[in-house]
């Protein structure tokens, strides 16, 4: 029977019943804590709890503590925040250059399987025992890091690369907003394990370099006056010290995303002043692209075509055909996300810019339409104009909500928008009526027809004749068989 009450992790009573059985567990060991040091009754070889807290609470007060505590901070932090600016950009250009990858495989390998201690001898050779912590910790952090970071490219989604390959987004905002937010969950799982660690790494390193002034000092003298409850209070000092620096550390990784994608607003492709939203029509109306016996597929293996066809400044053509007959495979060919199985494909401009409505959606979920839009929209595009084109297919509300909450149709017309914000001279769109209902279709078709300009837009459907647009051509591909049979444009 349902009384009403909520069962859910976010059930305030159950939170406290967690933190209360926490509580009472922490409680427990260091109740067993005690009643071990009393057993052994020498605080020499057992100092208690309470002995320790008592040695805390002298040692808090002095400034000797928060000196070595500084000291250690300052190269515990320091160490970790070059690594990272390290280990990123290695990763970064590792995934870019297979050579380098492999150079640096072996070197990663071995910093991450040496065990610090027998490092921190051969440092303190070379280096001396001042900054040994840091160094220490920036070789247990590098490998972690970089190792992380190069999961996250390696499984980027390939859909948002080609995204933003095929809009020819900024390398700013592809970093931004498409790269940050493949690496960041791995960056974050990474950093998760590392960070505490590195406050390990940092004081063994310490203790076997007794670099003057540390944190490692200082437990290293407890240790020879067999201090062993001022050992044990530097120890519980560590150990919340590294607690606070993960904290404050992930909490700083967390804040990045979306912001970096925000920040990528800025980075927009800047087009020359007063130049039009649209491309320049080409001259004479020559193509805009033309295929040439062009067979289409996927890794090599041919599943359509071969299509002739061209497109020009202010066409709109249909790519006809029923589902698996390779419509998108022609689409992805020609937006350059696809390599061609043979045959041509010639870019009449030599850069003729394309925009995509993708079969998939392909939109920063965190982000509202309205940033989607402007992330990729022409620098030329006003934010307020392009809230109008979103107003002309969305209600109001839907605009500056994160597009996670829209529904799918919703987000498809939030793709719509973007596609004809953005500079182009063609427009493709895989199916981008689904999901439509007639009303939303029919404004979805205005649309187009309203913002296309000079553009030559590419659409493809299951039956030409579903599609309310004055059509120049009809591009037809066949069924079982896959191969194509097109009408270019007389
Ligand atoms: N990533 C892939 N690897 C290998 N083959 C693929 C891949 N994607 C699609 N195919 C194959 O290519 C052919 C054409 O698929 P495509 O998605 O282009 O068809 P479509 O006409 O767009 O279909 P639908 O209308 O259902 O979207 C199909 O036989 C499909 O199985």
Not at 218 to 241: G, P, S
Not at 437 to 447: C, F, G, N, P, V
Not at 460 to 465: E, L
């Amino acid at each position: 029977m349902n009384n009403g009450t909520s069962t859910g992790p976010n059930n305030p009573q159950r939170t406290s019943a967690t933190v209360l059985a926490r509580v009472v567990a922490i409680l427990f060991w260091i109740g067993a804590w005690q009643i071990a040091s009393m057993a052994v009754n020498s605080e020499f070889v057992l100092a208690g709890p309470l002995d320790a807290a008592a040695a805390l609470v002298r040692l808090l007060p002095s400034g000797e503590f928060w000196r070595s505590v500084g000291f250690s901070l300052i190269r515990i932090a320091g160490g970790s925040a070059i690594a990272y600016l390290v280990a990123v950009p290695l990763a970064l250009i590792a995934a870019a250059l297979p050579t380098i990858r492999t150079l640096l495989q072996p070197a990663m390998s071995a910093i991450k399987g040496t065990p610090i201690a027998c490092t921190v001898v051969a440092l303190l050779i070379w280096f001396g025992s001042r900054n040994i912590s840091a160094i220490a910790v920036g070789l247990a952090v590098i490998p972690a890091v970089y190792f992380g970071v190069l999961q996250g490219l390696d499984r980027a989604d390939p859909g948002m690369r080609d995204l933003f390959h095929t809009f020819n987004a900024p390398v700013p905002v592809r970093l931004l907003a498409q790269t940050w937010p493949a690496i960041f969950p791995y960056l974050r799982a990474a950093s998760q394990s590392v960070l505490g660690m590195s406050w390990k790494a940092g004081i063994a390193a310490e203790l076997i370099g007794v670099p003057t002034g540390s944190v490692g000092e200082r437990i290293y003298q407890a240790k020879l006056l067999l201090e062993t409850a001022d050992l044990f209070a530097w120890t519980i000092a560590v150990v919340a010290l590294a607690w606070l620096f993960e904290r404050l550390a992930l909490r700083a990784l967390d804040a990045t995303w979306p912001a970096s994608a925000k920040f990528a607003l800025r980075f927009r492709r800047h087009e020359p002043e007063g130049a039009p939203v649209v491309k320049p029509s080409i001259a004479n109306k020559a193509p805009i692209l033309t295929a040439s016996n062009l067979v289409c597929g996927h890794n090599g293996i041919a599943s359509s075509g071969p299509f002739g066809f061209h497109l020009r400044a202010g066409d709109i053509a249909c790519i006809e055909g029923p589902s698996g007959a390779g419509k998108t495979t022609l689409l992805n060919t020609l937006a350059g996300s696809l390599d061609p199985v043979s045959g041509s494909i010639e870019r009449g401009h030599g850069d003729t810019a394309i925009a995509q409505v993708y079969q998939d959606i392909r939109l920063l979920e965190e982000l509202s339409a309205i940033d989607n839009v402007m992330l990729i929209a022409s620098a030329n595009l006003s934010s307020a104009e392009a809230r109008k084109r979103l107003k002309e297919l969305l209600p109001s509300d839907a605009i500056d909500a994160p597009v996670s909450a829209l529904s799918g149709g919703q987000r498809r017309r939030v793709e719509l928008v973007r596609a004809f914000a953005a500079s182009s001279h063609l427009v493709l769109l895989d199916e981008p009526f689904t999901g439509l209902d007639a009303q939303a279709r029919e404004l979805a078709q205005a649309h187009i027809l309203a913002h296309m300009e000079d553009r030559a837009v590419l659409i493809s459907a299951h039956d030409a004749a579903s599609l309310d647009l004055p059509l120049d051509a009809i591009i037809s591909i066949g069924t079982a068989c896959h191969t194509g049979s097109q009408a270019a444009r007389p």
